[in-house]
């Protein structure tokens, strides 16, 4: 199993960025995928998560109504998208998938993690 992100970088506040994953090595799309994130001297938290049909998706309040969570299962990609980012949003994000397929994402039933991609917010 392989998650790859990518797509991170360096955005001002109140702008713009899409980070990727790209999975192999499983039936992606029997899979719910989710992303995560932790910030310096923090855990890591959870921040979105969608079913492996794509139908269903949820985020953390934090960042409800600027982020959105989506996938391709064509392309075995997940895909978050970030507006108006703040810097508070700065952090290392990872894309995860549980253990096992119909198994909602979260921090404890994660059983493969990306290698994470860099946001950092600032002017």
């Known amino acids: 199993v392989q998650l790859v992100e990518s797509g991170g970088g360096l955005v001002q506040p109140g702008g713009s960025l899409r980070v990727s994953c790209t999975a192999s090595?499983?039936?992606?799309?029997?899979?719910?995928m989710g992303w995560f994130r932790q910030a310096p001297g923090k855990e890591r938290e959870f921040v979105a998560r969608?079913?492996?049909?794509?139908?269903?998706?949820y985020v953390t309040d934090s960042v409800k109504g600027r982020f959105t969570i989506s996938r391709d299962n064509a392309k075995n990609t997940v895909y978050l998208q970030m507006n108006s980012l703040k810097p508070e949003d700065t952090a290392v994000y990872y894309c995860?998938?549980?253990?096992?397929?119909?198994?909602?994402?979260?921090?404890?039933?994660?059983?493969?993690w990306g290698q994470g991609t860099q946001v950092t917010v600032s002017s």
């Open positions: 995860a998938a549980p253990r096992s397929p119909s198994t909602q994402v979260t921090l404890n039933t994660v059983g493969y």
């Open positions: 090595g499983f039936v992606f799309s029997s899979y719910s």
């Open positions: 969608i079913t492996s049909s794509g139908i269903s998706a």
